[in-house]
């Protein structure tokens, strides 16, 4: 039987471990010039906490640094010299599964073995009797996404935190992708219409593609799904202006495509892609749990390949369609380690494995939720009265932008509108009209996707606004 150490002990230990960032080595924990007796008696406390998950160990032999492990992370002893894709796992707390998935994908390229698409992987996942998250995960990112809008029409969580989603998104999103516009840099892009200077273009139009999408997917709310409208509109929302044939933009591929990084080969044949794709969203629409469907979404649309490019930015955006439509808060990547969430993909890809993907989702979430109950907590109650007449607002709007109307022909169609289909009354109408003048004096370069024009359409019309 093991010799019993105190708890006040260990959690010493840990105290001290904490307090540095870098974490601690023994001499920091024992000093310059420790006995042999207590450097063994330290080596077994420490032990102890390796064992329970509470520590784990950096490099090995006189370099080995202790650090706090998150509560999930067993026993993790990442070697010195390790690669740099094991190092930033630190960041996220992986499972046993999953620090084993990213120890075999994080091995030279040439060790691993070459693979194709193995459609049995999707094939075993039977919709709400298969699940990648566990009861206790997902009832713990239920309760961390749960909003107080559950009866209210889809959407309406995620249009009342708009503004920041677009920014998170779009910028993490295309960050994952090697996008190198800062956050600071995004918000000027998508507030101010500014772009970055010495950035490139591809850069620039990821960003606003980000943008429209998310815009389609929370306009949209009562209408989107796992289903190939959806899916595919998302994809030509994202890949607008960045593929070299504009006519797969949109469309699933019908030619070979290369995944740099990996020994996994996607499929070639067009009928089976066609054939799986429609299986693939069939599976994910029949998952009942906004999470697990969230998570399978974003391992099985990658792995399939359907598109010529953009298919990760597509599962990305797709995974927050559950999380729209039931109004839960949203999944922005905030923070997750792009070598983190590749090496998950890489598990899908090379092993059929999820654990990795798994972990960084559940992380991803988590953090995503925390950030999205302090913004709508900071933002106050929505305007019922703009809520109420959104759609209509919109189409107001939109039908002023791309009529090009100047301002007096704009104001007697507003007022006309008004009359015929705001029926509640004078004081309704009035306020109808002033909430549309408002939102026509405040569109700029960085907000008019919102009401669903094409740049072209804002351009004329902002010339016409302009002169009158």
Known sequence: MPARISPAVL?????IIRARNSGASITDLLGPNPTPARRRTLQRRLKRLLEEGRVMAIGGGRSTRYLIAATSTPHIIIAEGAPYEQQQSLLVP??????AILLAVTQPIQR????GYNRAFLDAYAPNRTFYLSTAERKRLLDAGRTDLPDQPAGTFAKQIIQRLLIDLSFNSSRLEGNTYSLLDTTRLLELGETAEGKAEKDTQMILNHK?????LVSDAQEIGSNRQTILNLHALLSN?????????????WRPVAIGGTTYRPPETPQLISEVFDQLLTTAAAIEDPFEQALFTLAHIPYLQPFE????????????????????????????PDSTYVSGMLGVYELNKV???RDVFVWAYERSAQAYAAVRQSLGDPDPFRLKHRESIRLVVAHIISDALS???ALAYLRAWTIDNIGAGESDQMRFVETVEQELIGLHDGNFARFRVRPSEFRTWKAAWSIT
């Open 11 to 15: 959690k010493a230990i840990e105290d």
């Open 94 to 99: 992986l499972s046993k599964e999953g620090h």
């Open 112 to 115: 691993r073995k070459p693979v």
């Open 212 to 216: 429209d999408a998310i815009d389609f």
């Open 241 to 253: 202006n960045l593929l070299a044939d504009p006519a797969a933009s949109g469309a699933l591929r």
């Open 309 to 336: 490019d953009v298919n990760k930015r597509v599962s990305r955006l797709a995974a927050n369609i559950p999380m729209i439509i039931n109004n839960l808060r949203p999944l922005s990547f905030l923070d997750v």
């Open 355 to 357: 654990e990795l993907l």
């Open 407 to 409: 301002k007096a022909d």
